[in-house]
């Protein structure tokens, strides 16, 4: 029996990534919380024929309920992006909303898995951590920031310009979720060899910025939520099948490499010791994080890229922690 809350269900991401979770048959409950529109999508989602009860509230009276007893709590909530708006632009007001979606976890359900997808996920990661310590319920192994989408950008992009089946093109993308410091290891791809060196800057840039893309095209109306959402399901359902179900699975994610000390050595020798967060290859299991992986060789063109990505990483994460370090919890 999983509990799954998706805090911002009633969003343009909420709502597709919701959708996806009710089609799974390992979750027993899943809970939508949004401050509007959740009872009616509630109701929507629950004729689907599948087993997973569905509840819907809304509003601040009603965020206990939702999350009580969660076992995993996913938090797409938030303002989107709009045209010339940076994640930092973002910060301002959905730093807010989740750190008080964070404090409900932490009174309500304190071992839940979190699963952070509100951008700037760079420093809404540490605005959570920050959050469970307040209230002593802190630990590193189970706390997310789900940078999939670029993970899933990284398939589609390189398997069109290397002729393979986009599903079939496994790319470690390492680092922040943001820009110069998403860091995608084309050089670790078999095909690589393909690609000359401006297709590599080229297909680099594109999986940095691909926000950009979508942003640009929908022109006002919305930022890459599709894509999320999926991108956040496959996340959460990976996760569910590695804690649960005891499937053993890897994926790419943010999260504060003090959750494998020992494992997270390899990623130091690289980043060196200020960073205390960073998207790393890890295995996850029954108590999220079960080891961080190596992230591996490095070609002289990534090595690079993680000099430019250390420096804004470490501002981004700063934000984020002193944020609630001013908060009144």
Same mark, same amino acid.
């Given at each position: ?6 805090? $911002? ?22 809970? !939508?919380?949004?401050?509007?529109n ?8 629950s /004729?689907?024929?599948? *087993?997973?009860?569905?509840?819907? /509230?809304?509003?601040?009276? *009603? !965020?206990?309920?939702?999350? &009580? ?5 996913v938090?797409? @909530?938030?303002?989107p992006r709009?045209?010339?708006?940076t ?14 979606l ?8 304190p071992?839940?898995?979190m699963?952070?997808?509100s ?6 990661v540490?605005i959570v ?5 307040k209230?002593n ?5 189970r ?8 993970i899933?950008?990284?398939?589609t992009?390189i398997?069109?310009? &290397?002729?393979a089946e ?6 470690k993308?390492?680092? $922040?979720?943001?820009?110069h ?14 690609l000359?060196?401006d *297709?590599?800057?080229?297909?680099? /840039? ?15 109306a ?5 894509s999320?959402?999926?991108a956040?399901?496959?996340?959460? !359902? ?5 804690a649960?179900y005891?499937k ?10 003090d ?5 997270? *050595?390899d990623?130091?020798?690289? &980043? ?14 029954p108590n999220?994080?079960e ?8 070609s002289?063109?990534?090595q690079?890229?993680?000099?430019? @990505?250390?420096?804004? !990483? ?5 934000k984020g ?9």
């Amino acid at each position: 029996m999983v509990k799954v809350t998706v805090c $911002g269900a009633a969003g343009g991401i909420g709502q597709p990534l919701s959708l996806i979770l009710k089609q799974s048959s390992k979750i027993s409950h899943l809970s !939508l919380y949004d401050i509007v529109n959740t009872p009616g999508v509630a109701a929507d989602l629950s /004729h689907i024929n599948t *087993q997973s009860k569905v509840t819907g /509230h809304v509003g601040n009276d *009603q !965020l206990k309920d939702a999350i &009580i007893g969660s076992d995993v709590v996913v938090i797409p @909530a938030g303002v989107p992006r709009k045209p010339g708006m940076t994640r930092d632009d973002l910060f301002k007001i959905n730093a807010s909303i989740v750190r008080d979606l964070a404090t409900a976890a932490a009174k309500y359900a304190p071992k839940a898995f979190m699963c952070i997808i509100s951008n700037p996920v760079n420093s809404t990661v540490p605005i959570v951590a920050e959050v469970f310590k307040k209230y002593n319920v802190y630990d590193p192994r189970r706390i997310f920031g789900v940078t999939t989408l670029d993970i899933v950008r990284a398939s589609t992009f390189i398997g069109e310009l &290397i002729g393979a089946e986009p599903s079939t093109v496994a790319c470690k993308v390492v680092g $922040g979720h943001s820009g110069h410091t998403i860091l995608p290891l084309i050089s670790q791809v078999p095909g690589y060899p393909k690609l000359t060196q401006d *297709q590599l800057e080229k297909v680099t /840039h594109r999986i940095q910025f691909g926000g950009d893309e979508v942003v640009k095209a929908k022109n006002g109306a919305g930022s890459a939520t599709l894509s999320m959402a999926y991108a956040g399901a496959r996340f959460a !359902l990976n996760l569910i099948d590695a804690a649960f179900y005891g499937k053993q699975i890897v994926e790419c994610t943010y999260v504060q490499l003090d959750s494998d000390k020992q494992g997270a *050595q390899d990623t130091r020798r690289i &980043i060196g010791n200020e960073l205390q967060y960073f998207s790393v290859p890890v295995a996850l299991g029954p108590n999220g994080v079960e080891s961080i992986l190596p992230v591996g060789a490095l070609s002289p063109f990534e090595q690079g890229l993680f000099s430019k @990505a250390v420096t804004e !990483l470490k501002g981004n994460i700063a934000k984020g922690t002193n944020f609630v370090a001013e908060s009144k919890l």
